[in-house]
C-alpha cells in the first residue's frame, strides 16, 4: 500500500497550510496510509557544517528529530508540504530542514522521481517574495517530481478553503498526485525548474539563480531558454557537486586545516560572545 506524508510547516494549529494539506491529502483516491508531521513541533537544529553525512551511508550526527523526519520522508510515496509565506520567503523551518540535506545524496535513492507537492499560504497580496522559488530547493535537492507549486491567497486561518476554486483544485491535486502530473512552468518562469525570479545578466541574458539555466530576455519582453543546457539539479550535476566536488574541499580542508588555524589565531580571543543568563 501507498505511504503519504503531510508536512506542515505552521504553528498554526488548523491554519491554511495544514488544511490544505489535508485536502489534498484526503482527495487520494489510491488505497494508501497517511501520516502528517508538524515541522514546527520538533526539533530541528542548525546544519552545524561537519559533512559528516557526505560520506555514504552516514547519517547526520546532530541529536535531534531531522533523521526522523527524513526516514518518514524516505519511506513514503508522495510528499505534500504545506509552508507559509514568512516575510517573502518561506517559513524559517522549511529552510532550517533544506540546510540539513547536505547528505541527500544518502536519501535520492528512496525519494528520486517520488511526487512531492508545495502548496503556500500567504496572506497579503504582492508580499510572496521569493517564496516560489526557494521552496523549490527541497525537492530539487531530493530530485522528486515536482507536482505543483501552488502559492494561495489566505490571510485568515481557514481562509484558504472558503474559495470553492481552492477546494476543487485540492481536491485535483489529491485525484492527479499519483498519475503522470508534473509542474509545467508558467511562459514567466524558469522553464527547466518553475522558479520566478531571474538575475539580470549582460546582453540580454538571465540566469535562473535556482538551477541556474540561462536564457534570453527578447525586445518583446518574452524569455528564450531554447539553447538553454544547463540545470544544477540534473543527476550529473548534482553528483558532480556532491560526490566530488564537496568531497575534495573536505580534502582541501583537511590539507590545509593548519594553515587555516594561523588566520583564526589573531580572533581566537576576541570573545565579545553575549548569552542570556539561564
Ligand atoms: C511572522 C509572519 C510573517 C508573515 N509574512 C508574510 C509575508 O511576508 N507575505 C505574506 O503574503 N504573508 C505573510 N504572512 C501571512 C501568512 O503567510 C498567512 O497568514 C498564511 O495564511 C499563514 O499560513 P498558516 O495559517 O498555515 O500559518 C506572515 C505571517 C506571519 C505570522
Redesign the pocket.
Known amino acids: 500500500m501507498k505511504k503519504v506524508l503531510g508536512l506542515?510547516i505552521?504553528?498554526?494549529k488548523l491554519?491554511?497550510?495544514?488544511i490544505?494539506v489535508k485536502e489534498i491529502m484526503s482527495n487520494i483516491p489510491e488505497e494508501c496510509t497517511r501520516e502528517l508531521i508538524r515541522l514546527t513541533d520538533l526539533d530541528i537544529k542548525p546544519c552545524r557544517a561537519c559533512y559528516r553525512c557526505l560520506q555514504p551511508g552516514e547519517s547526520c550526527a546532530i541529536k535531534d528529530d531531522f533523521n526522523f523526519v527524513i526516514e518518514r520522508i524516505r519511506e513514503a510515496d508522495a510528499l505534500i508540504i504545506?509552508v507559509?509565506?514568512?516575510?517573502?520567503?518561506p517559513?524559517g523551518y522549511y529552510k532550517m530542514l533544506t540546510d540539513r540535506l547536505v547528505g541527500a545524496q544518502n536519501y535520492v535513492h528512496h525519494t528520486k522521481g517520488k511526487p512531492c507537492v508545495i502548496v503556500m499560504?500567504?496572506?497579503?497580496?504582492?508580499?510572496?517574495?521569493y517564496?516560489k522559488a526557494a521552496s523549490l530547493v527541497f525537492p530539487k535537492l531530493l530530485r522528486m517530481k515536482l507536482v505543483d507549486c501552488w502559492l494561495?491567497?489566505?490571510?485568515?486561518?481557514g481562509?484558504?478553503l472558503l474559495s470553492p476554486k481552492n477546494i476543487s483544485y485540492a481536491k485535483a491535486l489529491g485525484r492527479e498526485l499519483f498519475n503522470e502530473r508534473e509542474y509545467q512552468a508558467g511562459s514567466r518562469e524558469c522553464p527547466v525548474c518553475g522558479s520566478d525570479l531571474f538575475r539580470f545578466l549582460n546582453d540580454h541574458q538571465v540566469e535562473c539563480p535556482i538551477c541556474g539555466a540561462r536564457g534570453i530576455l527578447k525586445n518583446n519582453g518574452s524569455l528564450d531558454f531554447s539553447d538553454s543546457d544547463y540545470n544544477r539539479f540534473s543527476d550529473q550535476n548534482m553528483d558532480e557537486h556532491f560526490n566530488n566536488w564537496l568531497l575534495e574541499m573536505k580534502e582541501r580542508f583537511r590539507a590545509q586545516k593548519e594553515y587555516l588555524k594561523e588566520v583564526q589565531k589573531s580572533y581566537r580571543d576576541q570573545s565579545w560572545w553575549i548569552k542570556p543568563l539561564r
Open positions: 506542515v505552521s504553528n498554526r491554519g491554511n497550510s495544514e490544505l504545506g507559509p509565506v514568512y516575510f517573502l520567503g517559513h499560504p500567504y496572506g497579503s497580496m504582492g508580499w510572496e517574495g517564496s494561495v491567497h489566505s490571510t485568515l486561518p481562509e484558504s
